[in-house]
């Protein structure tokens, strides 16, 4: 069975701290990893990730996949309130998306 | 459309009652998706179109759900004599294969259905 496991489920952090969000997975079929932010109900796209060690940037987010040991990484630096939300990481296996639980980010002013 | 469009926002539903839940995907996108996330949970696959064709609905939990989109654009999500654990927030996303980012989906905000 195809797994999507997140880590932690949830952090509070202070503005300006700097946070990992951790995501590893066993599926079949793999084709690719994506980090979508959910802050009401629609989560939007941030990243997609197909190839191991080559990070990705958008401002002061990054991630990075590392396909040996099954796991990928989201990175936030200087955290600001509006980062406040539930990041998904979700696995692209054939022509659908598996989705991790979540982690719930919490940025107190 | 700018977006994904899911109507209604909101329904509540008795135990038994038929519910029909709308997606409006952006105009041209030939992929559709719906998902149910229940609460404090990631989103579920449920079933997939490209254009007309149901291509996977191995995520359908029972018998009672049904999709369709008959023309290729809106699709509509059916669940017959709702029971208390559909209850939960149903997203429709969709995706345009000629994208840079195919599997960027964009995602409606979704119809909370709770049912009593």
């Known amino acids: 069975e195809d797994k999507v496991v997140q880590s932690p489920l949830s952090l509070v952090v202070h503005e300006g701290d700097t946070v990992t969000l951790n995501c590893s997975y066993e599926?079949?079929?793999?084709?690719?990893l994506l980090w979508y932010k959910q802050e009401k109900k629609a989560p939007t796209f941030l990243f997609m990730l197909?190839?191991?060690?080559i990070e990705k940037k958008s401002g002061r987010l990054s991630s990075i996949l590392d396909k040996k040991e099954l796991f990928s990484i989201l990175n936030i630096t200087a955290t600001q309130t509006g980062d406040s939300a539930v990041y998904l990481c979700?696995?692209?296996?054939?022509?659908?998306?598996?989705f991790g639980a979540g982690t719930r980010l919490t940025v107190k002013p | 459309g700018a977006g994904v469009s899911q109507s209604p926002r909101y329904k509540v539903a008795k135990r038994g009652q038929d519910v029909a839940l709308r997606c409006d995907p952006i105009?041209?996108?030939?992929?559709l998706f719906w998902y149910q996330q229940a609460l404090g949970q990631g989103p579920e696959f449920l079933t997939y179109?490209?254009?007309?064709?149901?291509?996977?609905k191995s995520g359908l939990p029972s018998d009672r759900f049904f999709a369709e989109r008959p023309e290729g654009s809106v699709s509509t999500l059916k669940i017959q004599r709702t029971q208390q654990e559909d209850s939960a927030v149903y997203l429709c996303?969709?995706?345009?294969?000629?994208?840079?980012?195919?599997?960027?989906?964009?995602f409606g905000s979704g119809t909370r259905l709770t049912v009593v």
């Open positions: 996303a969709s995706s345009d294969p000629g994208t840079p980012n195919f599997f960027g989906y964009t």
């Open positions: 599926v079949t079929n793999f084709r690719s």
């Open positions: 197909t190839s191991s060690g």
């Open positions: 979700a696995v692209l296996v054939y022509n659908d998306m598996r």
């Open positions: 105009s041209g996108h030939v992929s």
């Open positions: 179109f490209q254009n007309e064709a149901q291509l996977d």
